[in-house]
């Protein structure tokens, strides 16, 4: 069993910044691809980022492409999003996933096989 844990989240005004972090318990994620996504009120989740298991790979929406960045440190079995140019539209629950392999198509939401219990953002405008 994994289990992932997200930290970070919370209030900042649009156009701050903030640093979510995922970690992992129960076994390494160091040989597997993780991911990252939101789900907002009345809205299905959606995919924010990927990276493959030796960060050699991301992925990112388009939607915060240039704005977030995604990394991890396997020693540390943590993988961090960083956030930048936040805007109200980026308010959501952001949720951190172990995929089953080193890499995939991280938005299929199939891959995944382990799901932290998310971290609120709020973006005020």
């Known amino acids: 069993q994994v289990q992932l844990v997200e930290s970070g989240g919370g209030l900042v005004q649009a156009g701050g910044s903030l640093r979510l972090s995922c970690a992992a318990s129960?076994?390494?994620?160091?040989?597997?691809?993780m991911g990252w996504f939101r789900q907002a009120p009345g809205k299905e989740r959606e995919f924010v980022a990927g990276?493959?298991?030796?960060?050699?790979?991301?992925y990112y929406a388009d939607l915060v492409k240039g704005r977030f960045t995604i990394s991890r440190d396997n020693a540390k079995n943590t993988v961090y999003l960083q956030m930048n140019s936040l805007k109200p539209e980026d308010t959501a629950v952001y949720y951190c996933?172990?995929?089953?392999?080193?890499?995939?198509?991280?938005?299929?939401?199939?891959?995944?096989?382990?799901w932290g219990q998310g971290t609120q953002v709020t973006v005020s405008s």
């Open positions: 996933a172990r995929a089953r392999g080193y890499w995939g198509n991280y938005e299929d939401m199939s891959i995944y096989d382990y």
């Open positions: 129960g076994r390494t994620i160091s040989n597997n691809a």
């Open positions: 990276i493959s298991w030796n960060s050699d790979h991301t």
